[in-house]
């Protein structure tokens, strides 16, 4: 039996809905990496788990659009549930095109993603998280989720945008179902009701649009309905899917590297008392933690070619699920202290929770720049900062998270 196979009978060695996985999935990312690094699946997938052979898929001429991939029993299932309605088969995403319609997206979404707009909101985001940390100093005893992690990157996303008065609160929720699209869903009903909740959504993203072409201004979204390059601009679909895009991705992945890196920190209280010690290791701390728990779990790939990777050829036309969290772990690149959190980690940065090549995070930089607030004034603002409880994770494999994480607070 060649490496990555399962013979018949046995169970599969990866296993997503095992009990315990969202809660630690690393002891079986660990076994993956050690046993079937390039793992065929049963279902017909595969899955990549060490840095070296995750970074070399991502860095690939490889394809992230839907239509590639050799029919198999998960395409099967998303057609006959959705048809030709599925979330991610309009391509008009970035996250669902592959170079050149990839590259023109995402060229014409930059001009309004700049650097300079990102660093001009620091003010902004540290007047959000000051707030926010006084009511949780307040209360004394919060669930820092609801009460920080998710109010300030949705807040920061929806002011960039500029988007008119609406319902947040339903924005919210259908933006949670309709990014479970990313995970490995196996239900038909849930697959039905995140089509349900992704057209909801969209008639609210061209409702938005509509709304900001009568009432310009200095923002993201006025900015991305004028961007334009030689004549070319968004269509309205393209402008939708990447306001949903952007509103799915600007604040989800946050709330877990809030939370998360809260939680990494509340685990190792030496770790957190040497930040409080050494404010000028956020900036690497942050790294760290993205590194030690990936808010984006995993990244999807559809080979082009038969693929050798890791001594394995992967044929043509195969859904390739590259295990980011798992290459942030890997002894082989981190060392054998891959398992823990040091904030002062020499090449923390080199992590993939922001992908790698042409897809790379374009959202990076805000993220970085609002968990830097939010650790900054954190551990200057509350001398102790303790668990008050059990921490509940919100169930998802791919963007996997605590939604639910009960802290005290102890002023500084």
């Avoid at 404010?279 to 701390?285: F, I, S």
């Avoid at 036309?317 to 040091?342: C, H, P």
């Amino acid at each position: 039996m060649t490496e990555g196979t399962v013979a018949a009978g046995e169970a599969p060695l990866f296993d997503p809905f095992a009990e315990g996985f969202t809660a630690d999935p690393y002891p079986q990312y660990a076994r993956l990496r050690e046993s079937a690094p390039v793992y065929e699946h049963p279902l017909g997938f595969w899955v990549l788990t060490r840095y070296a052979d995750v970074s070399a898929l991502l860095r690939s001429s490889s394809s992230v659009e839907e239509r590639n991939v050799n029919p198999g029993p998960l395409s099967q299932l998303r057609e006959e549930v959705y048809g030709d309605r599925s979330p991610r088969a309009d391509g008009l995403s970035m996250l669902d095109r592959d170079p050149p319609d990839h590259t023109r997206l995402r060229r014409l979404v930059a001009k309004a993603f700049t650097p300079k707009a990102v660093r001009a909101l620091r003010p902004r985001i540290t007047e959000l998280v000051d707030d926010m940390l006084d009511e949780m100093a307040a209360a004394r005893r919060v669930d820092l989720v609801p009460a920080l992690a998710f109010p300030l990157p949705f807040a920061v996303i929806a002011e960039m945008l500029g988007t008119p008065p609406t319902d947040h609160e339903r924005v919210r929720d259908l933006s949670g179902m309709v990014v479970r699209s990313l995970e490995p869903v196996l239900d038909p009903d849930v697959l039905r009701a995140i089509d349900s909740a992704y057209q909801e959504l969209s008639g609210i993203a061209a409702d938005m649009i509509a709304w900001k072409r009568r009432n310009p201004a200095d923002d993201l979204l006025t900015a991305l309905i004028n961007a334009e390059e030689d004549g070319d601009v968004l269509s309205d679909e393209e402008l939708i899917a990447q306001v949903l895009l952007l509103y799915i991705a600007g604040h989800e992945t946050t709330v877990n590297l809030i939370s998360g890196g809260t939680l990494a920190l509340l685990r190792h209280p030496d770790q957190f008392a040497a930040l409080r010690a050494d404010p000028g290791l956020v900036p690497n701390a942050v790294e760290e933690m993205l590194r030690y728990d990936s808010p984006v779990q995993e990244s999807r790939r559809i080979t082009l070619e038969p693929t050798t990777i890791g001594g394995v050829e992967i044929p043509k036309g195969t859904f390739v699920l590259a295990i980011l969290a798992s290459a942030n772990r890997d002894e082989r690149q981190w060392g054998e202290d891959a398992d823990s959190l040091r904030l002062d980690r020499e090449g923390a940065r080199n992590h993939l929770s922001f992908g790698s090549g042409v897809h790379h995070c374009l959202g990076a930089s805000l993220a970085r720049l609002e968990a830097s607030v939010v650790f900054e004034r954190m551990v200057s603002r509350f001398g102790d900062l303790a668990l008050d409880g059990e921490v509940t994770w919100n169930g998802r494999i791919n963007l996997r998270g605590p939604s639910a994480l009960p802290v005290v607070t102890r002023p500084a």
